[in-house]
């Protein structure tokens, strides 16, 4: 099976995952592509979708479907952008198909994990300022909205560059600079409130 | 603003990512997953004739399908379900059920590409050779 591959593809602590992927991948059965995408990048996916839903047994529940997701999928990707990009894209829309439904809205009245953990660890250790700034920051970016939240967390988080982030949402790069703009601009709104009282 | 924000990894990984991890168990609910899903695509690839669950049962058994080995019951839920999604057709005969693919079945197995079929099995809907 030939494939066209696109390699300018991610590098990940100095090693071309996704090319040494893609070489053996015609080798390689599905099952084991996705065992190597979860190994990979099971931990991002999971804080990725964390960063969307808030807690943690929703995110894991989640993510698990994301790569049976993926798998089914797999027949059908074209090897035209990398498998990366691909497993992000499922992944942000399986999120918010998530956030979208009946059941999200009305069955799971769950805290909000992230910011109990915030707020547990800051008091643990709330001498150290360092700490308690971290904690605004985390809770605030947390705050935004979806649409903000999502490329910070992008930008920030995955250190992704415009072109990329793009990619993955599947939005205009101009779109998504305005958005880091006006994310950026609320995020300090937010922050210089708090500080000043 | 910028500044602070180069700092999100280390506080978003100390505070809100703090025990969240993709574990084994994870991996292995997902592997589970995919082996079922496997089992319902060759289930499904079975039927282009009728067939009883337990002549599905011995095919599975001999194409040595572990999940199956001490586990047939499966089989039969995975049909059950088939059944209520409408991509196979029960039939009772002399006191057997036989199963085998309805239309909607047909077009998922080609959709999923586990089975190609050629453009005179398309044309006459019937698969030519058992595989």
Not at chain 1, 66 to 81: D, H, N
Not at chain 1, 92 to 104: G, P, Q, T
Not at chain 1, 167 to 188: F, P, S, W
Not at chain 2, 57 to 65: D, F, N, P, S
Request: net charge negative; aromatic share 8%; glycine share 4%.
């Amino acid at each position: 099976m030939a494939r066209a591959i696109d390699t300018s593809t991610f590098i990940e602590g100095g090693i071309p995952v996704e090319s040494y992927l893609i070489n053996d991948t015609a080798n390689l059965s599905n099952e084991a592509i996705i065992d190597e995408l979860m190994q990979q990048y099971g931990e991002d996916v999971l804080k990725l979708v964390m960063q969307y839903v808030h807690n943690n047994s929703v995110a894991e529940d989640l993510t698990q479907e994301i790569f049976v997701k993926c798998y089914r999928a797999l027949p059908t990707f074209q090897y035209g952008s990398s498998l990366k990009t691909w497993l992000w894209r499922i992944a942000i829309n399986h999120s918010k198909d998530y956030l979208k439904s009946w059941y999200a809205k009305n069955v799971e009245a769950k805290d909000d994990e992230v910011f109990m953990k915030v707020e547990s660890s800051h008091s643990v250790e709330q001498e150290v300022i360092q700490q308690q700034e971290d904690a605004d920051l985390v809770k605030a970016v947390m705050a935004l909205p979806v649409k903000y939240r999502e490329v910070i967390y992008l930008c920030y988080y995955e250190d992704r560059t415009m072109k990329e982030m793009a990619d993955v949402l599947q939005i205009n790069e101009n779109t998504v600079k305005t958005r880091l703009r006006k994310g950026k601009q609320l995020l300090k709104k937010h922050l210089e409130r708090e500080e000043n009282g | 603003m910028d500044d602070r924000l180069k700092n999100l990894k280390t506080a978003m990984d100390r505070t809100a990512f703090s025990g969240t991890k993709f574990t084994e168990q994870h991996k292995q609910h997902v592997q589970r997953q995919l082996n079922v899903d496997e089992l319902k695509k060759m289930i499904l690839s079975l039927l282009f004739e009728a067939k009883s669950g337990i002549e599905i049962t011995q095919l599975l058994h001999v194409r040595g399908v572990q999940d199956v080995v001490n586990n047939e019951g499966m089989i039969y839920s995975i049909l059950h379900e088939q059944e209520n999604d409408g991509l196979v057709l029960a039939s009772w005969n002399d006191g057997v059920k036989r199963y085998e693919l309805t239309k909607a079945g047909k077009k998922q197995l080609q959709q999923e590409g586990h089975v190609k079929l050629t453009l005179k099995e398309r044309l006459l809907g019937v698969r030519m050779h058992a595989e």
